[in-house]
Each structure stands twice: as C-alpha cells, then as structure tokens.
C-alpha cells in the first residue's frame, strides 16, 4: 500500500513539474476535473492492492519515470490544447462579427468574447478585444475595465502586437470619458513619460487636467498637441485649438481666447468639429459650454445663450459656472429681425422684411415667456405669384427644449400661428422661384 501512496505523489509531481516547464496557468475547473480522475485512480489501486511481492514490483518500477512522464505530458498537452483550440475559435468568431457592418452583428461578438474570458482570463488578446467592443458601444466604465485588465497583463501588448493599436491610449480615453478624471491623470502622465507623447494623448491629458481645474497645466498641455497635431487630420487640428480656446476663456484671458475661437469659427460655419457624433466631452456637458463660446464668436446670440443656460442647468455647481453666468450677462437677448437670414431664387428686399418681422415681435416673443430653456427656429417661405403684391408666408418650426412634450407643442403651435400672420413683402425674381427666410426665437424667464 505505501508503494501506491509513493506512486500518487511521485505522479503528482511530474504532473505539476510539466506545468512549471510549459509556465501555464491551469483554471480551476481543469485542475479539480484531474484531481479527480488522480484520486480515482487512487481509490482503484487501494481497492486491488495486491500482496508484499506485487507492492514491491510497484515500488521498483518507479524508476522508469522518463516513461511516465512522457505519457503525463501528452495527456496534459491535449487537454491544454483543446482549451487553446476553442479560445482561439471564439476569437476568431467575435472578430469577424465586430468588423461587420451591421450592429445587431457587431453585438453578437460580445458573447463570444466573454466565454472566450472565462477559458483564458490570464490571455491579454481577449480583454483589448472586449475593451474594443465596449469602446465602439461608448460604454466608457466597461472599457476602461477591461483594458485595464489587458494593460495589467501586458502592459507592452501593443508593441508585441503592432495590429492591435493603442491599448495604453484606449485606457486613457475610456478613463476620461468615464470621468475617472484622476486615474486618467496619471495614467496620460505614464504614458507621456514613457515615451508616448501623441497629439491625441495631449489632448485627452490636457481634458482630464480641465476637469479637475488644473488650467495652466490643462493649457500647456493643449498647446503640446496643437503642436503635435499639424502633421495629423485637420479635425484633431481644430479639436485642440477648440479645447485651448476654452481654457484660455476659463483662465480669463479673453482677448487670446476669442482670437482663436473666431479664427476656428470662420474655418468651421457649422461647428462640424464640435457636434460630430463621434466627438465625446469629459464631462458630457461640456459640449454647451464649447457651442456656447463658438455661437457666441458667430454672433449668434440665441443659441449662445440657449447653450450657456443648458450647462448651467445641468452643472449647476460646476467650477465654470460662474464662467457661463459672465457670458450670459454681456450677450443681450437680440432683436429677432437683427438675426434674419434669407435664402431661395425670389428674394425680399431685406428691410421691408425686417419690419415685417418686427410689427409681429411681440406676439412672436409672447409664445416662448416663461420658457428660457426653449429654443425655436422659425422657418418662413413664399413662392413669388403673378397676382399677389404681399405675401402670407408659410411657417415652420423647429424647436430644441428642455420642456415636457406638451408645453413644447403649445409653443409651437402658438409660433406657427403668429408667424402666418406675418405680412411679407413683395418678393422679386421669376414667377414660381422660392424665398425663404429664417431666424431663431430664444424663450425667455
């Protein structure tokens, strides 16, 4: 009986022998799964243990171990591989829905990646691929969970795999975007002076360092990537200098912030890099406080101020508060006619059409008191008639609110009315050509 306990143990050790030697981290499941099958081969060899001369045999053929090991090691290596083989399928099979174009598939990824964590969680590949998965969906807490475990592991993973880009900027980003402001700082910071200086990760820094109200640190930073970023895209270009403008208004030198923010507006009439659907802000609501300075430099004051209440309605205690309140006191509520716009192959004579507009202010204006945080532009067009020398105009309406559903069909309802009353003046141009014009209606307290 002892030369079977021998026989276990020495067993035993060539199995945990052939593991230190291939450096694999065995799951618990499979560890348990061969504990088993050893004590059951335990529990067989004490059932049939044979006499003292058999018990002997036993003992002595110990000595043949090269044998034994070679029969241990090819179980243990199928074993292994066939973990191997279904991981690296499962992989396989998530990439492939992750490059497809179409989101239902893109989603069907996600499964596979987490059966694929539960076979290999010590396996960098699978954790950068759910951090993938969760940054296209902008789930930012999830991301920056699983690329923080992918950067545990591996922290050069990147190098090793030039396919696989920018773990280390990834984890950034989805810090930031998360608003783990502080883990984002010193993340950017170790990656800085490790040598991964981008435009990108100056960027991000410098946003992490704005939201915890390190301006002079957040301002170096932007200009570090405004530097970096002329050999880049022109939006990453303006996306820096909108960002610098920002804090530069923050750090009240206005004179230097305005300089630049009408210099970006005059490039980009419709804000394109500030309301792109891929742009994120840390923290979301920053993006007001962005339109609010860049509408503000156009001269568009309802959507400047539109913009400013809306931050402050939601950040209420926000460090820049008092910032937005500063830009809300100089831009005074214009004139609507001041704001006209007008388009189309019939045009009105433009002052004629001012004082249309403005007989009708006050019961355009009367629609939107008592709700500053509606904001309506109003649509009027004609189609210019051989008969007619004044022209009822037809109204349209878009509005932006923060109201209930009701309240806002009220206004609407109440401007389209007040806007076919509007007596427009003679148009000029072919019979049959179309004019339009159009301004916007800021509610107020």
Not at 86 to 97: I, V
Not at 206 to 220: D, P, Q, S
Not at 406 to 429: F, H, W, Y
């Amino acid at each position: 009986m002892n030369g079977v306990v021998l026989r276990d143990v020495v067993l035993r050790d060539i199995v945990l022998r052939d593991i230190v030697l291939r450096g694999v981290v065995v799951r618990r499941a499979v560890a348990r799964h061969l504990a088993a099958l050893l004590c059951g081969a335990l529990a067989v060899g004490l059932l049939w243990a044979p006499t003292a001369d058999a018990q002997s045999w036993a003992h002595d053929s110990l000595i043949d171990a090269d044998l034994e090991t070679e029969q241990y090691s090819a179980f243990w290596e199928s074993t292994l591989s066939g973990f191997d083989e279904d991981f690296q399928e499962l992989l396989k099979k998530a990439g492939e829905h992750q490059r497809s174009s179409i989101a239902s598939q893109r989603e069907a990824a996600l499964p596979l990646l987490q059966q694929a964590a539960k076979l290999k969680p010590e396996d960098a590949r699978v954790h950068y691929a759910l951090g993938n998965h969760y940054k296209m969906r902008r789930d930012w807490n999830a991301c920056a969970t699983a690329y923080g475990v992918a950067f545990a592991l591996e922290p050069g993973f990147t190098k090793k795999n030039p396919r696989q880009e920018k773990l280390g900027e990834n984890l950034g980003v989805c810090l930031l975007y998360s608003e783990q402001f502080e883990g984002a700082v010193l993340h950017f910071r170790r990656l800085i002076t490790q040598g991964h200086e981008t435009a990108e990760v100056q960027l991000r820094f410098g946003e992490a360092l704005m939201a915890l109200g390190r301006l002079e640190e957040a301002t170096f930073s932007f200009k570090r990537a405004q530097q970096k970023a002329q050999n880049h895209s022109r939006n990453l270009v303006r996306e820096t200098e909108y960002a610098l403008a920002v804090a530069l208004d923050r750090e009240e030198r206005l004179r230097e912030s305005r300089a630049l923010m009408s210099r970006l507006t005059s490039r980009d009439s419709q804000l394109t890099t500030l309301r792109s659907t891929d742009k994120s802000y840390a923290p979301a609501s920053e993006e007001l406080y962005y339109l609010g300075l860049a509408y503000e430099s156009q001269g568009n004051l309802p959507r400047a101020l539109y913009s400013f209440r809306r931050f402050l309605s939601l950040n209420p205690d926000s460090p820049w508060a008092s910032h937005a309140k500063s830009h809300l006191r100089r831009a005074a509520k214009p004139k609507l006619a001041t704001m006209l716009s007008v388009s189309g192959s019939a045009q009105w004579p433009l002052e004629a059409l001012r004082s249309a507009i403005r007989k009708n202010e006050r019961s355009l204006n009367a629609c939107v008191a008592g709700h500053p945080e509606v904001l309506v532009t109003l649509t009027l067009s004609s189609v210019l008639s051989r008969t007619a020398s004044a022209h009822q105009a037809r109204a349209a309406i878009s509005a932006k609110a923060e109201t209930d559903r009701d309240t806002l069909n009220k206004v609407v309802e109440c401007l389209e009315s007040a806007g076919r009353k509007i007596r427009m003046p003679k148009q000029s141009g072919l019979i049959g050509g179309h004019g339009t014009a159009q301004f916007t209606i800021l509610g107020s307290p």
